[in-house]
């Protein structure tokens, strides 16, 4: 078990529809060892039983800030301070507000201004009511108060309308949590409000590079090297950067994808090729090294198809190709201001892509497992770690697309909020 099987939630369930996903966050928490004690606000309890709530966490669940038999057990003050850390959600609009004002008229509240513990919130409500001035101005004082929050993300409404405000997927509060619990969490989360949804103009009047797919080294006219790489990650980064108003450059390996909209796409084969293409490319505000270079290619390249001679043993002389990403990551002149690489790696992730990052003088690498069983390659879905210089943060499995827009909506910010 994790080193998170000692550590206490204290829960805080709003009243919302998104209710529901909470009984499933309890069970997940429950699975990592993790203690649940609940209090549920008043309008809460329409939308999730006590019952149902106590039976999942397997503790009592405190409803009442007057209650005498629970004030004698165990006081409102020592509940909000026994806890590891406090976890809100859904945070409907009204428990927001209430927490950034420091009302306390019910036990929820009360708790909220007396802990001394970090407070987590996953926001859930109508598209309007996150949108509004007054829950924009409540979240941005919570921001500067420290409260981390996850989500919320865009999606389906349960009132028929469609954007931001639906709380996150039980797994992404769940890995926020225990970030939280680790430490770890240098890296801000994305907590502005529509933080994912609003990159549209975040990168205007920037240049971005962003390489893509795999390479291919040519043994003759007829065979080569490659690798798994789909391009699938590299392409939606692209996409993605261009949506936020960026001028982008995508130099693509060979791959089966089309060409984003709006981008201007170079296609190569080799690592030389790539490698010339985004020297090409540049000046740019930002680089991005997603694709999977090979990392050798044969010494020389038959003229001819290679020919077998029965039964005879045949051997590849290879050299190493150069190095994209350490060369841009290293460049004294015009060098991007931000430059971001990949690392795919099958054992101690983290390990090795702090030193690759160091290596190939990059800002960020964002690491992901592509270990048996990750179907990282080829596949829909991608779960990655960003590895800064000074920290590290985990993201939930999401779709390429939705790491292509976290990514590049923090990459903007990062640019403008350091005035690069
Ligand atoms: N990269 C590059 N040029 C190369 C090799 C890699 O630009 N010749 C970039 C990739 O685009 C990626 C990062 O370097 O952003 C890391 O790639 P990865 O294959 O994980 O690492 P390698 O440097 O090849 O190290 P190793 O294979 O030993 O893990």
Redesign the pocket.
Same mark, same amino acid.
């Given at each position: 078990m994790s080193g998170l099987s000692k550590k206490r939630v204290l829960l805080i369930i709003g009243g919302g529809i998104a209710a529901y996903k909470t009984l499933d966050l309890i069970r997940r928490l429950r699975e990592k060892g993790i203690a649940v004690r609940a209090v549920m606000t008043a309008a809460a309890q329409h939308f999730a039983t006590p019952l149902s709530v106590a039976s999942l966490s397997g503790e009592k669940v405190f409803t009442d800030l007057f209650s005498l038999t629970d004030e004698a057990a165990i006081g409102h003050i020592e509940l909000s301070r026994e806890a590891d850390l406090i976890v809100v959600a859904p945070a409907t609009a009204d428990l927001l507000a209430k927490m950034a004002h420091g009302l306390a008229n019910d036990l929820a509240s009360t708790l909220l201004l007396a802990t001394d513990k970090k407070i987590l919130v996953a926001p859930a409500m109508n598209l309007r009511m996150w949108l509004a001035a007054p829950t924009v101005r409540n979240v941005a004082t919570l921001r500067a108060d420290g409260v981390i929050f996850s989500g919320p993300g865009d999606g389906d409404m349960a009132c028929g309308e469609y954007g931001p405000g639906r709380m996150s997927e039980p797994l992404e509060i769940l890995a926020a949590i225990e970030a939280a619990l680790t430490g770890d969490t240098v890296l801000p989360l994305p907590a502005y409000p529509r933080a994912d949804a609003a990159v549209a103009g975040a990168l205007d009047g920037r240049r971005v590079v962003v390489?893509s797919g795999p390479t291919h080294e040519p043994i003759d006219p007829v065979r080569y090297i490659a690798n798994r790489s789909s391009g699938k990650q590299g392409h939606a980064i692209a996409a993605a950067a261009q949506a936020a108003g960026a001028s982008v450059t995508l130099v693509s390996g060979p791959v089966a994808l089309a060409d984003p909209a709006g981008v201007t796409t170079v296609h190569v084969e080799t690592?030389d090729e790539m490698r010339r293409a985004v020297e090409a490319a540049l000046p740019a505000d930002i680089f991005i090294?997603?694709?999977?270079?090979a990392?050798w290619r044969t010494a020389e390249t038959a003229p001819e198809k290679l020919k077998k001679a029965a039964g005879a043993e045949q051997s590849l002389t290879l050299v190493q190709?150069?190095?994209?990403?350490a060369a841009i990551g290293w460049r004294d002149r015009d060098r991007p201001a931000l430059v971001v690489?990949?690392?795919?790696?099958t054992e101690s992730l983290i390990e090795h892509a702090q030193k $690759?990052r160091l290596a $190939?003088g990059c800002d960020l690498i964002v690491a992901n497992n592509v270990g048996r069983g990750s179907n990282v390659f080829g596949g829909e879905m991608n779960e990655v770690t960003l590895i800064a210089a000074d920290g590290s943060e985990r993201w939930p499995s999401l779709s390429k697309k939705e790491v292509a827009t976290k990514l590049i909506a923090r990459l903007a910010r990062q640019l403008n909020e350091a005035r690069i």
């Open positions: 390489t690592a090294g997603a694709a999977a270079v990392d190709n150069p190095d994209i990403l690489g990949f690392a795919a790696e $690759k $190939k």
